[in-house]
């Protein structure tokens, strides 16, 4: 599965590349070499979704006694996360305005 580019809008983005983007760390278009991100919402509220619902499959695979629920439910939450990922919207950057994300990032956990 491949993103397009905000930039020049060929589908070249991996997504791999997409799921690790950030402000700081953004990915880089293979086809124009601009550089592009997910929101940090956006990734950080799949991750909170996906995580909710493994919990509450395990939750219901052991209150129902169900290895099978459990199991699809698992699936269910795999599905509809890569499903997320698919229909991310990535956003422009700078070079420049990546860099100082970075270098902001890093003082904020070096304190
Ligand atoms: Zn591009």
């Known amino acids: 599965m491949r993103h397009t580019c905000p930039h020049c ?14 402000r700081g760390a953004p990915c880089t278009c ?3 070499a601009r550089l592009s991100h997910v929101l ?20 219901a695979g052991t209150v129902w006694s169900s290895v099978v629920l459990a199991a699809g439910l698992v699936l269910l939450v795999a599905c509809v996360n890569r ?3 698919r229909r991310v919207e990535l956003w422009p950057i ?3 305005a990546a860099r100082r994300s970075a270098r902001v990032s890093l003082l904020a956990f070096l304190r």
């Open 30 to 32: 293979p086809h124009c």
């Open 40 to 59: 940090a919402s956006t990734s950080g509220g799949i991750v909170g979704l996906t995580v909710f619902g493994l919990v509450l499959a395990i939750v």
């Open 83 to 85: 499903l997320m990922w």
């Open 94 to 96: 700078s070079r420049e």
């Open 9 to 22: 809008r060929q589908p070249s983005l991996p997504g791999r590349s997409v799921r690790g983007s950030s």
